[in-house]
């Protein structure tokens, strides 16, 4: 019986030490902004051309690829006049036409999150949402934070495949609530 309870005990230490909800996070500091990442993630350049940051996680665990993507977009109030579309942007609205543009690049789309408000994070309105979409027959799950700081409107974009989103649903939120503006 003490043998079959060590082995059960060993097997579930395992199972728990095999997913990726790891504690370990590391802050990633630019002159405009932070954020923080699951040590796990490591810097890419080719997820995004227009992104300022991007960080990815791709691991095969027991036959299976996991993934999860990260991108940080923003654009400066200055570069948004210079447009002269003679409307002002907010929060919502800045999350309306972020929301707009990843459906661009999908063969299907949808906004899950219904009602989307804003609220205060770190001292910034900022809009979540999450999607899904599908490239082929490849199924994602997005989650899209929009802030709206005192120099500029900021995306952060969170994705996985749809199959995983509950392996990586808590790091993904934490992510997006940790964006802050640098003073």
């Not at 082995?7 to 728990?16: A, D």
């Not at 599908?134 to 996985?160: D, H, I, P, R």
């Amino acid at each position: 019986m003490k043998i079959f309870l060590s082995f059960s005990l060993v097997c579930l230490i395992g199972f728990l030490t095999s997913s990726t909800n790891y504690s370990d996070w590391k802050t990633i500091q630019t002159k405009r902004y932070t954020f923080d990442v699951p040590d796990y993630m490591i810097e890419v350049n080719d997820l995004n051309t227009s992104a300022s940051n991007q960080y990815q996680y791709v691991e095969e665990i027991d036959g299976t690829t996991r993934e999860h993507y990260l991108i940080v977009l923003f654009e400066t109030h200055k570069e948004i006049k210079k447009y002269k579309l003679g409307y002002e942007f907010d929060a919502m609205s800045y999350w309306e036409l972020a929301a707009q543009s990843l459906e661009g690049g999908l063969d299907t789309y949808e906004i899950l999150t219904t009602n989307p408000e804003v609220e205060t994070v770190n001292g910034m309105n900022c809009v979540k949402s999450e999607m899904r979409g599908a490239l082929g027959n490849v199924n994602v799950f997005y989650k899209l934070g929009v802030f709206q700081g005192s120099n500029a409107f900021y995306q952060v974009l969170t994705w996985t495949i749809e199959k995983q989103k509950d392996i990586f649903n808590s790091e993904m939120d934490q992510i997006i609530g940790s964006f802050k503006e640098a003073k």
